[in-house]
């Protein structure tokens, strides 16, 4: 299974400030025969499901604000918050759909500093 | 829009089984697989398994082979997870969600989950 591996487990910045959350998998996930990387980013709110924020590494979801940025390749990514808001405050995660079982990283909890 | 509506909570004594039912709406059915994914309390994302709606073919994650069944009713565009052989450690919250392509990739749309407790 390919092991996902976030960090921080949490972290606090000031409202309109950058947070940034780091994702490694334990094997590659850009396959490449079509140079994309096999890696979803989802945030998650106090008794709600997780919401899809990006796919494919850095391609938006619809309707997602564009402070929402994904990058990286291969084993590691970030998720970028560019400004933080108050609605922000979440648990994020980030997926890899490169192999089944697809798996998750345990979880990156962001708040308010 | 995609909707997923889940079945009500459920609470189970160890060994029993349970089964959740998960209604899609709002696209067409047997276009897109449909993931279970569970949530233990406080903890994080396990995905259980996908199905697709189409012909019925099911990936389970290997940790949960022989203990869940993924089935599906294109008449009434409903998924189903059935858990077998409860135990305390099942105790958790179970999404099911539409996969974004053609699976299995990520979930766009998910329901609203339905708590399971195992109890004695």
């Known amino acids: 299974d390919i092991v996902m591996t976030q960090s921080p487990d949490s972290l606090a910045v000031s409202l309109g400030e950058r947070a940034t959350i780091n994702c490694h998998s334990s094997q590659s996930v850009l396959y490449k025969s079509n140079n994309k990387n096999y890696l979803a980013w989802y945030q998650q709110k106090p008794g709600q499901p997780p919401k899809l924020l990006i796919y494919?590494?850095?391609t938006r979801e619809s309707g997602v604000p564009d402070r929402f940025s994904g990058s990286g390749s291969g084993t590691d990514f970030t998720l970028t918050i560019s400004s933080l808001q108050a609605e922000d405050v979440a648990v994020y995660y980030c997926?890899?759909?490169?192999?089944?079982?697809?798996?998750f990283g345990g979880g990156t909890k962001v708040e308010i500093k | 829009q995609v909707q997923l509506v889940q079945s009500g909570a459920e609470v189970k004594k160890p060994g029993a089984s349970v089964k959740v039912s998960c209604k899609a709406s709002?696209?067409?059915?047997?276009?897109?697989?449909v993931h279970w994914v569970r949530q233990a309390p406080g903890q994080g994302l396990e995905w259980m398994g996908i199905i697709n709606p189409s012909g019925g073919s099911t990936t389970y994650a290997q940790r949960f082979q022989g203990r869940v069944t993924m089935t599906r009713d294109t008449s009434t565009s409903s998924v189903y997870m059935e858990l077998s052989s409860l135990r305390s450690e099942d105790t958790a919250v179970y999404y099911c969600g539409r996969d974004g392509v053609r699976g299995p990739t990520w979930i766009d749309s998910w329901g609203q989950g339905t708590l399971v407790t195992v109890s004695s």
């Open positions: 997926q890899q759909y490169y192999g089944t079982p697809l798996t």
């Open positions: 494919w590494a850095s």
């Open positions: 709002g696209y067409t059915f047997t276009t897109y697989c």
